[in-house]
């Protein structure tokens, strides 16, 4: 069945225009109209906890240079000189108070981008140039959630906590499980041939592929490992069809993810032994920090709307930085809790790179996949056949505890859903008064906070 003209996402029936993965328009507009409104993960405080501190990250296509100044505040600056526009920091990271630009030599403070010197001010420039108003741009709003730093060029974008709105209830299970939360080790970089909503789309909650598209790796991880073929490998899936997993979406954002009965005992979804008794060392802690209800909830894998995704069984956070409508550059990061001891930040490091990773055995099972998804939007007589995102559709329940559109079931695409409504919000609108946010409802019975 055709998608009705002009309507790119059709959630009455669940289906998706290929043309929203492989239009030149749609993605220019994706920029302007998601990119530089929403609010975007672009760092983690483990990534600049000295003062002085610089990581190179990125914002949709733009780059950014995240710092912490001398006093211990966080800015996110475009790194695009004044001038000619030259990129002002070219290292990933490192350590310093001024950035000087390698083509002319102006000078910008680590504090927000202050500019704080001009070769020749005084005889080339008459001492006429404005130099209070030529520092860096700075992000309109940069805020944190338990360690995570987000920012946004839009100076009317709500708050981050109601951005983000309910999907902390979810995402607290495991970014604010313990006293100190996550640092992060990475990023591994690497471009596919695919366009970023596909990853993210995954990401969100496809449990329905795990069998089929690991299969061969599990295979292979089983006989290592003396199991019987088809066990269950260390990919965070479960069985495809278990009612007691549950797909969920909250303004965008979306989450898979277990949870357990009242006095049962957590699912574990790793299976490296020593990560399973480090799990359940730490269940007492993680009852005092979320309180009774929400430590019931094991998250397998979510995305944060539009591009940051994670996935608790091989212990990585990702963002799909767009490049184009068929390019992703991916960013990998390892996320180890910082209370952990050593030899488990060791082999949690070491699990996620066997799983996920450029050269991780189930990451290469996912990408082959995506970059053939994304070459179908290419092909006109394809594009004449929607994508489906229908499974499930009209079986959404309102669940007495966990918040959010929630369906039951580890295979379902009320995640993909979710996504790609949003979407369409922001494709669809000029101002953050159009973008409906739902108002937050989910109680916190532990100690652990928004920010930490
Ligand atoms: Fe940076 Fe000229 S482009 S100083
Ligand atoms: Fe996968």
């Known amino acids: 069945m055709p998608i009705e003209t002009g309507k790119m996402v059709d959630l009455v029936h669940g289906l998706l225009d290929r043309s929203v993965f492989s239009d030149q328009a749609f993605y220019q507009q994706e920029l302007e109209k998601i990119f530089t409104r929403a609010w975007l993960w672009i760092g983690h405080e483990s990534l600049v906890p000295n003062p002085n501190d610089f990581f190179s990250t990125y914002m949709g296509e733009d780059p950014v240079i995240l710092t912490r100044d001398a006093h211990g505040n966080l800015h996110a600056m475009l790194n695009m000189c004044r001038h000619r526009g030259n990129r002002v920091v070219r290292a990933d990271d490192g350590n310093a108070k001024n950035f000087m630009c390698t083509y002319h030599g102006w000078t910008y403070s680590s504090d927000g981008g202050k500019l704080v010197s001009v070769p020749g001010l005084q005889e080339a420039y008459y001492g006429e140039l404005d130099v209070e108003h030529l520092g860096l741009i700075e992000v309109a709003q940069l805020d944190t959630y338990a360690g995570f730093i987000f920012a946004t060029w839009d100076p009317e974008a709500p708050s981050l906590e109601d951005y983000l709105g309910d999907m902390r209830w979810y995402t607290d299970t495991w970014f604010n499980r313990r006293e100190g939360g996550l640092e992060l080790v990475g990023p591994m970089k690497w471009v596919i041939p695919t366009n970023w909503k596909m990853p993210a789309d995954n990401f969100a909650g496809d449990n329905y592929h795990v069998s089929i598209t ?239």
Not at 246 to 275: C, K, W, Y
Not at 401 to 411: F, H, N
């Open 214 to 452: 690991h299969r061969s790796a599990s295979i292979a991880q089983a006989r290592v490992r003396g199991q019987p073929a088809g066990a269950p490998a260390n990919t965070g899936q479960v069985s495809a069809f278990n009612r007691r997993t549950f797909g969920i979406g909250v303004n965008g954002h979306s989450t898979s993810g277990r949870m357990a009965e009242l006095g049962e005992e957590a699912p574990q979804f790793s299976s490296d032994s020593i990560l399973r008794q480090y799990r359940q060392g730490i269940q007492a802690e993680m009852e005092r920090r979320l309180g009774p209800t929400q430590v019931r909830f094991t998250p397998i894998v979510g995305t944060i709307f539009p591009n940051a995704s994670f996935l608790l069984s091989s212990n990585t956070v990702r963002i799909w930085n767009p490049r184009g409508p068929y390019s992703t550059e991916v960013w990998s990061f390892v996320a180890v809790e910082r209370a952990a001891a050593e030899a488990i930040k060791k082999a949690t490091r070491l699990a996620s790179l066997l799983q996920f990773g450029i050269s991780g055995m189930f990451e290469q099972d996912d990408m082959d996949n995506w970059n053939a998804c994304v070459a179908a939007g290419k092909s006109l007589t394809a594009r004449r056949f929607p994508q489906r995102i229908d499974m499930g559709i009209g079986h959404e329940i309102k669940h007495e505890i966990m918040p959010g559109m929630v369906e039951p079931g580890s295979s379902n695409e009320v995640v993909q859903r979710a996504f790609y409504a949003r979407w369409e919000e922001f494709m669809t609108t000029s101002s953050w008064a159009d973008i409906p946010l739902a108002p937050q409802t989910a109680q916190y019975e532990g100690t652990a906070t928004f920010r930490s």
